[in-house]
């Protein structure tokens, strides 16, 4: 076989099988059987990078780095879409399309809106980095305003299904619920309320996650009312502390508990009144104190970011040169990664949507994203699909296949 041809064949048959047809180079991320080269496909929460054109197609995680988010300011929000994959550039995206989030009134708001079908569709957005122990405290207010209406604040690894949370439901607005999970155990005893506080939904408070190695404590404006010991989550039958500790992702949600099944309905206060809309949460701000510092110096925006943007970055991630430096790894898994939450259509996402809530079985399941630009074989989301792109991969990969075989015969 001629060297030029048997060099286009390794080429081919190293990309990772993705569905039904291989990633190429122009669309190089996988994400359950489609290719695209976007943040929602590259990104390290959704890539499959087994199943990419490369294992390096995939966004590098963006580790922890102090940080104070104020949601006035343009560079602490972007849609999904318009990520280009350097955090500088965005503190959260959407996870959503279409996206129920935006940047209005001096904060960022999430809104729950109700669907033809009576449902509601609302909005998740997720923090560009990843963090391993270290402190969150946002100053926010909750769109919870009646019954069904859940808001969320959340630190949470899907890949492995540890979270620490507080969520707000509809049923009551003048306390906030405090839970946490490991490796997806739903164990909603574990549920603890916060004291009563003024509205939840029309007055700003301060919420604090304090995540350490050894514990967990909540806080509500500066008073903690929680605290969890990872000593105490010790399980003698399998041998492990079930204590969340895997690298994760701080979000917000809006989303419709009252549509749920009867478990979550009852937890979140029932169907949703929607004459009482609109329900929009509002987030002003956003600390970050990160555990571990001096981590996030190796990593480097993908080269779609721009020369400018990667030098913000560099800038960005040399302030902390100077902090202690340590390899954060999880005891229960080396997971870095994390499903995405965008699903098919408008209505399906509304049902799947949810962080984990307080029901009585519901599982978010696996998410498939919302393809957005050219998107190669779609027929499978209820969208209008680029068949044309279909058809020329199809052409490429076969033509080309059946090239380096004539070569080899002939």
């Not at 859940?150 to 405090?178: C, L, M, P, Y």
């Not at 009585?360 to 989301?381: E, M, S």
Request: proline fraction near 4%; charged fraction near 20%; aromatic fraction near 10%.
């Amino acid at each position: 076989m001629p060297l030029a041809a048997a060099a286009l064949l390794q080429t081919a048959m190293a990309a990772g099988k993705c569905g039904s047809q291989s990633c190429g180079k122009d669309t190089p991320c996988c994400v359950k059987g489609f290719c695209n080269s976007n943040a929602m496909y590259c990104m390290p929460i959704n890539c499959e990078a087994a199943n990419s054109y490369s294992p390096s197609s995939c966004w590098d995680t963006a580790h922890c780095v102090n940080a104070n988010v104020n949601f006035a300011s343009s560079n602490s929000f972007a849609q999904i879409a318009d990520y280009n994959g350097d955090p500088s550039t965005a503190a959260f995206v959407s996870q959503f399309e279409p996206s129920n989030a935006k940047q209005a009134n001096g904060e960022l708001e999430l809104t729950l809106v109700k669907q033809g079908d009576g449902k509601g569709f609302g909005a998740t957005v997720i923090n560009t980095r990843a963090i391993q122990y270290g402190t969150v405290s946002t100053v926010m207010r909750s769109g919870s305003s009646a019954g069904g209406v859940v808001s969320s604040f959340i630190i949470r690894n899907d890949a492995v299904g540890d979270e620490i949370d507080f969520e707000f439901v509809g049923a009551d607005k003048a306390t906030v619920q405090s839970n946490y999970y490991w490796h997806d155990q739903l164990d909603y005893t574990k549920m603890i309320k916060s004291p009563a506080v003024s509205d939840t939904t029309t007055n700003y408070h301060t919420y604090t996650i304090q995540w350490t190695p050894d514990s967990i404590t909540w806080m509500v404006d500066n008073n903690s009312f929680r605290t969890v010991k990872r000593a105490d989550t010790w399980d003698s039958s399998s041998n492990t502390f079930k204590y969340p500790d895997a690298e994760a992702y701080v979000s917000y949600s809006i989303w419709d508990g009252g549509s749920g099944a009867k478990g979550t309905s009852d937890w979140a206060g029932g169907a949703i009144p929607w004459g009482s809309a609109p329900f929009v949460m509002g987030v002003k701000s956003l600390t970050i104190d990160c555990y571990y510092k001096g981590n996030e110096t190796t990593y480097t925006p993908p080269a779609s970011a721009g020369k400018d943007d990667e030098e913000s970055s560099n800038d960005e991630s040399s302030s902390d040169d100077d902090s202690k430096s340590s390899t954060s790894k999880s005891s229960t898994s080396k997971s870095n990664t994390s499903k995405t939450k965008a699903t098919t259509t408008e209505d399906d996402a509304a049902d799947e949507q949810s962080d984990v809530g307080e029901d009585d079985g519901q599982d978010d399941g696996d998410k498939v994203p919302v393809p957005t630009g050219n998107v190669v074989a779609g027929t499978a989301f209820d969208i209008e699909s680029s068949s044309s792109d279909a058809r020329s991969l199809v052409v490429s990969i076969g033509g080309m296949v059946s090239a380096l075989v004539a070569a080899y015969l002939f």
